[in-house]
Nanobody, 124 residues
């Protein structure tokens, strides 16, 4: 069973950057594709970015494409989300998730494990 712990959230001004990290306790971390999701107040959880087991394939939501970059380090059991050019509409709780799949998927129901989330607030 995988345990996921996010970190790196905080308060940043519009146009700024943050780097989120997700540490996984999974013994076989490289067996999981990983995803980042977010949930803003009053809204449903939405897909942000995903990476395949090896990290060679990535997918992004249109709203973050070109601004966010997902990466992973299988030697460190970690996945990252570099967020640049942040906008107030990026404000949300960000969650990392693990799916026992080769490729990243956008559907949250495909993910087996979830972290507790980290708050990202972007001020205008």
């Amino acid at each position: 069973q995988a345990q996921l712990v996010e970190s790196g959230g905080g308060l940043v001004q519009a146009g700024g950057s943050l780097r989120l990290s997700c540490a996984a306790s999974a013994r076989f971390f490289s067996s999981y594709s990983m995803g980042w999701f977010r949930q803003a107040p009053g809204k449903e959880r939405e897909f942000v970015a995903g990476t395949s087991r090896s990290g060679s394939n990535t997918v992004y939501a249109d709203s973050v494409k070109g601004r966010f970059t997902i990466s992973r380090d299988n030697a460190k059991n970690a996945v990252y989300l570099q967020m640049n050019s942040l906008k107030p509409e990026d404000t949300a709780v960000y969650y990392c998730a693990a799916a026992l799949l080769e490729l990243a998927v956008r559907n949250s129901r495909a993910y087996n494990y979830w972290g507790q989330g980290t708050q990202v607030t972007v001020s205008s």
